[in-house]
T-cell receptor, first 109, second 113 residues
Framework: QQPVQSPQAVILREGEDAVINCSSS?????VHWYRQKHGEAPVFLMI?????EQKGHDKISASFNEKKQQSSLYLTASQLSYSGTYFC??????????FGTGTSLTVIP | DAGITQSPRYKITETGRQVTLMCHQT?????MFWYRQDLGHGLRLIYY???????DKGEVPDGYVVSRSKTENFPLTLESATRSQTSVYFC????????????FGPGTRLTVT
C-alpha cells in the first residue's frame, strides 16, 4: 500500500514553482511530508490530519483531499535550499505507516 | 546528547553473520520504528514498537528481529544477513502514534558481502 508520488524527478530554476503529488489506493487518516538531503536523514515538513486540510509555512504548503485519497505539496518561489528528495507518508487508522518512493527536486541558479 | 542516535553508522558484514543495529532516543517517545531505504523503493517500514515490550511487523519484516525492553532502546537484529539486506537503515521515533511527527536518526549504512 505504498503511496505513489509524481513526478519522480523535477528540475527547477530558482524562483519557479513546483507541485508534488501523492496518492494512495487506501483510505487515509493522515499524510506526512518529509524532505531528505543527500546523505542525511529525512526531516519532517508537515502533517495533514483532516480531509481538506491545508497547511503551510514559509513558501511550502500542502493540501489533503480525503475523498480522492490524495495530497499535494506546493513549493513556491523555490530556493536552492529546497533541493532534496521529498517523501509523502501515509497512515490509515491503524499503526501501519507507508512512505512513497520519493520525488527528487533539484533547484538550479 | 539529546535526540535519536544510531550505531554503528557504517557496517560491513559477511553473508550468514548476525548483526545488530542499535537505536537510542532520549525523548521517552512511545513509538519507535525501523525503516530501510533502497533506491527505487523509498523508505519501507520493517518493524515498529508502540511501547516497551510491544512490537509489530511492518511492510518488510522477514529476516529481521526486534526487541524493546526499555523505552529508549530499539535494536534491530539481522539473524543471518543476506546480500539483499544491504541497505541504509533508519530508526525513527514519535511521541504518541505514527500519526505524529517522526524524528529520524542519522542512519546506518549496512553492506553485506
Amino acid at each position: 500500500q505504498q503511496p505513489v508520488q509524481s513526478p519522480q524527478a523535477v528540475i527547477l530554476r530558482e524562483g519557479e514553482d513546483a507541485v508534488i503529488n501523492c496518492s494512495s489506493s487506501k483510505a487515509l487518516y493522515s499524510v506526512h511530508w518529509y524532505r531528505q538531503k543527500h546523505g542525511e536523514a529525512p526531516v519532517f515538513l508537515m502533517i495533514l490530519l483532516k480531509g481538506g486540510e491545508q497547511k503551510g509555512h514559509d513558501k511550502i504548503s500542502a493540501s489533503f483531499n480525503e475523498k480522492k485519497q490524495q495530497s499535494s505539496l506546493y513549493l513556491t518561489a523555490s530556493q536552492l535550499s529546497y533541493s532534496g528528495t521529498y517523501f509523502c507518508g501515509t497512515s490509515d487508522t491503524g499503526n501501519q505507516f507507508y512512505f512513497g518512493t520519493g520525488t527528487s527536486l533539484t533547484v538550479i541558479p | 546528547d539529546a535526540g535519536i542516535t544510531q550505531s554503528p553508522r557504517y557496517k560491513i558484514t559477511e553473508t550468514g553473520r548476525q548483526v545488530t543495529l542499535m537505536c537510542h532516543q532520549t525523548w521517552s517517545h512511545s513509538y519507535m520504528f525501523w525503516y530501510r531505504q533502497d533506491l527505487g523503493h523509498g523508505l519501507r517500514l520493517i518493524y515498529y514498537s508502540a511501547a516497551a515490550d510491544i512490537t509489530d511487523k511492518g511492510e518488510v519484516p522477514d529476516g529481521y528481529v526486534v526487541s524493546r525492553s526499555k523505552t529508549e532502546n530499539f535494536p534491530l537484529t539481522l539473524e543471518s544477513a543476506t546480500r539483499s539486506q544491504t541497505s541504509v537503515y533508519f530508526c525513527a521515533s514519535s511521541e504518541y502514534t505514527p500519526t505524529y511527527e517522526q524524528y529520524f536518526g542519522p542512519g546506518t549504512r549496512l553492506t553485506v558481502t
